[in-house]
């Protein structure tokens, strides 16, 4: 069983920036991937961002490429995305998944851990 929680949501104006963060407990096994997902009101979940606990290898989606960086701490079994360059189109609840993944995947189902969601807003 892994727990995940996210911190770091918040109100931010157009071109400001965020840090979320995702504390892991639990079995986190050296194989898993990690990944962000957001989901605005009346849309669809969707992929943000992935990375890999062993390993550096990240996954953008292409609205956040440039914008966005994902990381981890392996020693603090924490992963966090920055977020800069923010725009209104960014509001949603984030959340972080865990998958039982070789690779980084980028499909909801793919997940088998999530996290309750932390809400960023991006207004004026």
């Known amino acids: 069983q892994v727990q995940l929680v996210e911190s770091g949501g918040g109100l931010v104006q157009p071109g400001g920036s965020l840090r979320l963060s995702c504390a892991a407990s639990g079995r986190i096994f050296r194989n898993y991937a990690m990944g962000w997902f957001r989901q605005a009101p009346g849309k669809e979940r969707e992929f943000v961002a992935g990375?890999?606990?062993?390993?550096?290898?990240?996954v953008y989606a292409e609205s956040v490429k440039g914008r966005f960086t994902i990381s981890r701490d392996n020693a603090k079994n924490t992963v966090y995305l920055e977020m800069n360059s923010l725009k209104p189109e960014d509001t949603a609840v984030y959340y972080c998944?865990?998958?039982?993944?070789?690779?980084?995947?980028?499909?909801?189902?793919?997940?088998?851990?999530w996290g309750q969601g932390t809400q960023v807003t991006v207004s004026s």
């Open positions: 998944a865990a998958a039982r993944a070789i690779v980084v995947v980028t499909t909801q189902r793919e997940y088998d851990y």
């Open positions: 990375i890999r606990w062993s390993g550096g290898s990240t």
